[in-house]
């Protein structure tokens, strides 16, 4: 019932941008904190960052900090990351996440819900 649909993946050179979102339904989309992860082979898990119901209080990783950014817009149901100067660390399988508890939102244990995943390549 509930289904989370990444798309926007693709590959881009270092330094170049993309935008990845994840429509959500199936679940009161308001009442859900969401979040991004991503996992490149061979690696665990990696939260990225999360925003909170209000879609005021976003939260990011050091390592995306000032170059990706966190968005929602409750009204379509749509989780957004924009990904701007990015490197070819950055490159793994994107996933969106969804939980009705908003606490340890940088956990992968803390989310309920997960999407399939988007493949994001940055090649140098």
């Known amino acids: 019932q509930v289904q989370l649909v990444e798309s926007g993946g693709g590959s881009v050179q270092a330094g170049g941008s993309l935008r990845v979102s994840c429509a959500a339904s199936?679940?009161?989309?308001?009442?859900?904190?969401l979040g991004w992860f991503r996992q490149a082979p061979g690696k665990e898990r990696e939260w990225v960052a999360a925003?909170?119901?209000?879609?005021?209080?976003?939260y990011y990783s050091d390592s995306v900090k000032g170059r990706f950014t966190i968005s929602r817009d409750n009204a379509k149901s749509t989780l957004y990351l924009q990904m701007n100067s990015l490197k070819p660390e950055d490159t793994a399988i994107y996933y969106c996440?969804?939980?009705?508890?908003?606490?340890?939102?940088?956990?992968?244990?803390?989310?309920?819900?997960w999407g399939h995943g988007t493949q994001v390549t940055v090649s140098s």
């Open positions: 996440a969804a939980t009705v508890n908003c606490a340890h939102l940088n956990s992968v244990s803390a989310f309920r819900y």
């Open positions: 199936g679940l009161s989309y308001s009442s859900y904190c």
């Open positions: 925003i909170f119901r209000d879609g005021i209080s976003t």
